[in-house]
Every structure is written in structure tokens, then in C-alpha cells.
């Protein structure tokens, strides 16, 4: 593998012996992914490292074992990611708990839908929260319409005190509403207009 080496400075030691870290992996064709060079401490590291390699080349994080093999293990960036959603479902209004339980299907639904949302770089509106005037995306379980309601909430400047007047707050209100929902059915998810277009229905995929 041109430009980039095995186990050596970078390796990550545990008790003397190689412990996890970010590796280059080639898939096989008839068997699991093997282990190109690594480990690397960081993955932009190794995504540059990637691009030195054959094709294929992919950073995973994870252990080496003794057979060579990988065991994969959530990385740093995946922890991370863990958190941010687990903040951004705490934002949820707390009558949600009594609409619906942890074994309903739309628990599973708003998961997804925060998860996507957040992913696009939109976070859900801390209603009863310090950001509260900062605005976001708001989820309305209705369990009649099999899915939730799905709207933008604008910042207090535009929502409230309407600083740039009447019509571009409307105007703005529409556009992020549509975008919110363009968003989620890119993502797959069944999405239907609601209350005139003022929010959208959001189903999971069929």
C-alpha cells in the first residue's frame, strides 16, 4: 500500500498489545474485511491514509484481534453523535410521555425523525429550555394519523416580535416548513401536507 504504513509510531498500545483505534479495511469479495495498515490515533488521519490506498480503502474503528480480524467498536465520533441525539430528544415537550409509551411505534418514528433532522443539521426547538427563542423543528405525535406532525418554529425575532414585519415571517414560515419536509422524504420517509401546508404530516417509509 503506497504512502502509508502498518503498525509502527501511530499504533495505539493497551497493556503493551495493539488496542482499538482507526484502520484501513479492503472488502472482500468472499469473506470479511482485511486489514490494510493502521491503527491510526485519529480518524482524519486515517481518511487521508484512505486516499493513498487501493480502491475500496475505508477507515473503521476498532480492536485488531490476534487473528487478524477486526472487531468493530463505536468510535469516538460515534459516541458524540450518541450524546448530540439523546440532547436533542431531552428537548421533547414532556406531555410526550403520556401520549406515547416506549413500545409504540411512533417513539420509534421520533427517533428516526430527530435522528435525520439532526443529521441535516436542524435541531428540534427546546421549548421549555434556556434556547427556547431559537426556534427549530416541532413533532406533534397523532396516533390518529398514524405518524407526527412536523413543523419549523422560527426564531422569537421573526415568530414573536416579527422585526422584519408580517408577510417575510409568513413567507419564511413556508419555506422552512417545505424544507423540513423535503428534507425527511429525501430521507424515506412518507410526508403529507397538513393544516394547509402550515406543517406536515410524517409517516415511516411504506
Known amino acids: 500500500m503506497s504512502g502509508v504504513g502498518g503498525l509502527s509510531s ?3 498500545l493497551v497493556g503493551g498489545k495493539v488496542g482499538q483505534g482507526w484502520w484501513l479495511v479492503v472488502d472482500e469479495a468472499d ?3 482485511r486489514i490494510v495498515a493502521g491503527p491510526f490515533p485519529d480518524r482524519g488521519e486515517a481518511r487521508w491514509a484512505a486516499t493513498l490506498g487501493p480502491e475500496g480503502t475505508r477507515p473503521v474503528y476498532g480492536v485488531r484481534r490476534t487473528d487478524g480480524g ?4 463505536p468510535s469516538p465520533q460515534d459516541w458524540a453523535w450518541l450524546a448530540h441525539l439523546g440532547e436533542q430528544l431531552e428537548r421533547l415537550p414532556d406531555d410526550w410521555a ?7 411505534p411512533l ?3 421520533v427517533v428516526e425523525v430527530t435522528a435525520a433532522l439532526a443529521e441535516a443539521g436542524l435541531p428540534l426547538h427546546d421549548s421549555a429550555g434556556p434556547s427556547d427563542e431559537v426556534g427549530g423543528a416541532c413533532l406533534i405525535p397523532e396516533p390518529v394519523l398514524g405518524g407526527i406532525v412536523v413543523t419549523w418554529r422560527q426564531h422569537d425575532r ?3 416580535d416579527r422585526v422584519h414585519g408580517l408577510a417575510p415571517a409568513a413567507l419564511v414560515q413556508q419555506v422552512m416548513n ?8 429525501a430521507r424515506g420517509f412518507l410526508v403529507d401536507a397538513f393544516g394547509g401546508a402550515s406543517g406536515h404530516v410524517v409517516r415511516p417509509a411504506a
Do not use: I, N
Not at 477486526?70 to 467498536?73: E, M, N, Q, S, V
Not at 417545505?178 to 422524504?185: G, K, Q, S, T
Open 158 to 160: 421573526m415568530s414573536v
Open 107 to 109: 417513539t420509534t418514528l
Open 98 to 104: 403520556t401520549v406515547l409509551s416506549d413500545d409504540d
Open 178 to 185: 417545505r424544507a423540513v419536509a423535503d428534507v425527511l422524504a
Open 31 to 33: 469473506g470479511p474485511g
Open 70 to 73: 477486526l472487531t468493530r467498536k
Open 10 to 12: 501511530s499504533e495505539v
